[in-house]
T-cell receptor, first 114, second 114 residues
Framework: AQSVAQPEDQVNVAEGNPLTVKCTYSVSGNPYLFWYVQYPNRGLQFLLKYITGDNLVKGSYGFEAEFNKSQTSFHLKKPSALVSDSALYFCAVRDAGGSYIPTFGRGTSLIVHP | KAGVTQTPRYLIKTRGQQVTLSCSPISGHRSVSWYQQTPGQGLQFLFEYFSETQRNKGNFPGRFSGRQFSNSRSEMNVSTLELGDSALYLC?????????????FGPGTRLTVL
């Protein structure tokens, strides 16, 4: 079975400061990992994914994520937060040898204060 | 390329009625998945269609059904609506329906059941 956890319901950060949104996962095989962002009354927008290779993945809007196999984590990061980054962030995982259907975390609300 | 489109964007129905939601995937995408998003339950997978066949199904009652047409457009139907069906319904498409594929989401249909 595959699962993903986003341990923080909400993250608060000041504009200009670095931000981190945490994600940990559990799969029996190799993980495929994804980050999405959702703005109010909108669908999910793809940010980045890890399939294989370099553990540091760069994505849209200046976001990046680091795959850490030993800690089974895939935390989303940005060096300098913008107020416009305030949104709901979802981590998702697929097991490479398993179903096509991903498991999504419950989401983390990021609030960037001016 | 145009993104995933969903119609209608908003719907208000009463208990006992039925509803049909439509999704047009990105051109060339063969897999279409449907999700229900609610504040309490998060993102829940409904079903996935690939080349007109239902390939995966989530744990929802038979009142929820779907289909996919030869042009990859998909519809989902909910019969005998209940108050608990009020949610944002999201459609997502991917090119080949493989585990490494990214799912691209539409803006969603907001269904309110009164």
């Amino acid at each position: 079975a595959q699962s993903v956890a986003q341990p923080e319901d909400q993250v608060n950060v000041a504009e200009g400061n670095p931000l981190t949104v945490k994600c940990t996962y559990s799969v029996s095989g190799n993980p495929y990992l994804f980050w999405y962002v959702q703005y109010p009354n909108r669908g999910l927008q793809f940010l980045l994914k890890y399939i294989t290779g370099d553990n540091l993945v760069k994505g849209s809007y200046g976001f990046e994520a680091e795959f850490n196999k030993s800690q089974t984590s895939f935390h989303l990061k940005k060096p300098s937060a913008l107020v416009s980054d305030s949104a709901l962030y979802f981590c998702a995982v697929r097991d490479a040898g398993g179903s096509y259907i991903p498991t999504f975390g419950r989401g983390t609300s990021l609030i960037v204060h001016p | 390329k145009a993104g995933v489109t969903q119609t209608p964007r908003y719907l208000i129905k009463t208990r006992g009625q039925q509803v049909t939601l439509s999704c047009s995937p990105i051109s060339g995408h063969r897999s279409v998945s449907w999700y229900q998003q609610t504040p309490g339950q998060g993102l829940q997978f409904l079903f996935e269609y690939f080349s007109e066949t239902q390939r995966n199904k989530g744990n929802f009652p038979g009142r929820f059904s779907g289909r996919q047409f030869s042009n990859s457009r998909s519809e989902m139907n909910v019969s005998t609506l209940e108050l608990g069906d009020s949610a944002l319904y999201l459609c997502a498409s991917s090119q080949l329906g493989q585990s490494t594929d990214t799912q691209y989401f539409g803006p969603g249909t907001r269904l309110t059941v009164l």
